[in-house]
């Protein structure tokens, strides 16, 4: 399976606790970008990333939230402390070369529920 | 504030029937995209629209840039069940000192047998 692979699918946290969520972008792709999504809203930029840099984190929230794409592995998103409203589902997206011309390729997405 | 709106928000059609779907912006995108999402998955990438006026075409699909690179539209003839999804349209677009893709909220399309 070449494509973008996040895990877990489905994360079940409480208030106060914290929630990883990895994506392994197609092989290949060096760039990746997390959104989020609430139902019956279209995705939210969040973050976008480089092998080893955070390129632009203008929508990512200034606390609790943070992301890496280290040299190896995969790329995480962090939240820390969550709570109900970070309910929502998190896309990963990777593409081959900066820029939205070439096609962003996401993943089925994490589901996280925050109880 | 929504920057691209898409409508209508909802759509239920019988197969066999044509439809129209609109993304409208009062901005200028340098290209256009469109994704169908089904429920459990991510996004996939149906079309990228990069000139004015460009048409593009995808069997029964027909992908339209508009002229000033605000709008575009979505259409599908003889629709079947298997169109079923959200239809989601996202522009690139400056914003905030770097190119972002920001996406409509979608139209839900049911195509019922």
């Known amino acids: 399976n070449a494509g973008v692979m996040q895990n877990p699918r489905h994360l079940v946290r409480r208030r106060g606790q914290e929630a990883r969520l990895r994506c392994s972008p197609m092989?290949?792709?060096?760039?990746v970008y997390w959104y989020r999504q609430l139902p019956e809203e279209g995705l939210k930029f969040m973050v976008y990333?480089?092998?080893?840099?955070?390129?632009?984190e203008s929508g990512m929230p200034k606390e609790r939230f943070s992301a890496e794409f280290p040299k190896e592995g995969p790329s995480i998103l962090r939240i820390q402390q969550v709570v109900r409203g970070d309910s929502a589902a998190y896309f990963c997206?990777?593409?081959?070369?900066?820029?939205?011309?070439?096609?962003?390729?996401f993943g089925n997405g994490t589901r996280l529920t925050v109880t | 504030t929504q920057l691209l709106e898409q409508s209508p928000q909802f759509l239920s059609i019988q197969e066999g029937e044509n439809l129209t779907v609109y993304c409208n912006s009062s901005?200028?995108?340098?290209?256009l995209q469109w994704y169908r999402q089904e429920p459990g998955e991510g996004p996939v990438l149906l079309v990228t629209?990069?000139?004015?006026?460009e048409v593009k075409k995808l069997k029964r699909l027909t992908f339209q840039f508009g002229d000033a690179r605000k709008d575009s539209s979505l259409h599908i003839t003889a629709a079947q069940t298997g169109d079923t999804g959200l239809y989601l349209c996202?522009?690139?677009?400056?914003?905030?000192?770097?190119?972002?893709?920001?996406f409509g909220k979608g139209t839900k399309l049911t195509v019922n047998p």
């Open positions: 997206a990777s593409s081959p070369q900066r820029g939205y011309n070439s096609p962003l390729h």
């Open positions: 092989k290949g792709h060096s760039h």
């Open positions: 990333l480089q092998k080893e840099n955070i390129i632009d």
């Open positions: 901005s200028v995108f340098s290209s």
């Open positions: 629209v990069v000139t004015g006026g």
């Open positions: 996202a522009g690139a677009v400056a914003q905030g000192g770097s190119e972002k893709l920001v």
